[in-house]
């Protein structure tokens, strides 16, 4: 496969994740001002676009939940942004049409023709479940009409690695603020996990529990534990050489090691700590990107001049 198509590939992966997950994201952040009137709105939303990597530089005008929409939901300049990924994906897609399914490309073209410029706050639960329904959409077109071949690895290796990273950011605002958090049964509907955590654990959700289950629970999709699993699967599919000592593949070298390191911690001192633990798993994701990028979608250097020697 031409690595042009297979980064298209990937990135369609990410992107379509990241909208999914920062609508969950934004869904949560509403909820928690709903549920505690007397938090300090600017700082949650401070800490909301910190955990989303997209602070703003002033620091003295009072940042609004109207703000937040506006930076993470329709701002198309934003790369953080709902807007900015769907738009992104659908522009890898062109470039990967020759292998893009009909099906796929329609979903994507029309999610971003349909994209919003402007969105009220009472209507971002509405938008939320839009974006939410058009990413379900996107990736059922792609597990019901492409083969198990490198194709649909690359675009499952993307998505894996995106879905890990959005994990840990919504756990992360679950210390959003000193004083309070979202609550962890809103957390576990937003990612979709409530019912899912009810027929395992048989009881309502409490700390120890839920962090356990969107953290290290191996049969829940959206897990961070399933989703690395997963990304190491598709990565040693692509790559299938296997080392006789260790691993010399920099991807599964970065995500074994998160992996043992939640899996062999105290789930206890995971939660006292969440916020430097879920760091830690958004700076491996970052790692095994850069690596993907490395090993399969190099940058060419542009040809420069060399003049003529005497």
């Known amino acids: 496969m031409l690595s ?9 992966g990410r992107y379509i994740e990241r909208s999914d997950g920062t609508a969950r994201i934004l869904e949560v952040h509403l909820q928690l001002l709903l549920e505690d009137p007397w938090i300090d709105e600017d700082t949650a939303c401070r800490s909301l676009l910190n955990v989303m990597g997209s602070l703003p530089s002033d620091t003295k005008t009072p940042v609004s939940r109207d703000d937040v929409l506006q930076r993470l939901a329709i701002d198309r300049m934003n790369p953080a942004s709902v807007a900015y990924s769907l ?5 890898n897609a062109r470039r990967a049409r020759e292998i893009v399914s009909s099906e796929l490309w329609e979903t994507l073209n029309m999610t971003n023709s349909r994209m919003p ?19 379900s959409l996107a990736v059922g077109s792609v597990d019901s ?3 198990r071949d490198e194709a649909w690895q690359f675009f499952t290796l993307g998505r894996s690695i995106e879905r890990t990273d959005m994990t840990a950011r919504m756990l992360a605002t679950r210390s959003l603020t000193e004083a309070s958090g979202p609550s962890w049964t809103t957390i576990l509907r937003s990612c979709g996990a409530y019912e899912a955590y009810l027929r395992t654990y048989r009881g309502m959700p409490s700390a120890s529990n839920a962090a356990e289950f969107l953290l290290l629970d191996r049969l829940f999709p959206r ?8 990304a190491e699967e598709c990565m040693s599919a692509i790559d299938p050489r ?6 010399s593949n920099p991807v599964l070298r970065a995500l074994g090691r998160i992996r043992n390191d939640l899996e062999y911690s105290p789930i206890g001192e995971i939660i006292s700590e969440l916020p430097l633990h879920m760091d830690r798993v958004q700076r491996v994701t970052r790692e095994a990107s850069e690596a993907i990028r490395g090993r399969f979608f190099p940058t060419h250097a542009e040809p420069s001049w060399i ?3 005497s």
Do not use: C, N, P
């Open 117 to 135: 410029r402007r969105l009220q706050t009472d209507k971002a639960h509405d938008f939320f479940q839009w974006v939410r329904e058009r990413a």
């Open 307 to 309: 003049g003529e020697t």
């Open 87 to 91: 738009s992104a994906a659908r522009e």
């Open 145 to 147: 009409s492409t083969s």
């Open 223 to 230: 897990s961070i534990i399933f989703s690395i699993q997963q």
């Open 242 to 247: 296997a080392d006789r000592v260790g691993h």
């Open 4 to 12: 042009r198509i297979a980064e298209s590939l990937f990135w369609i």
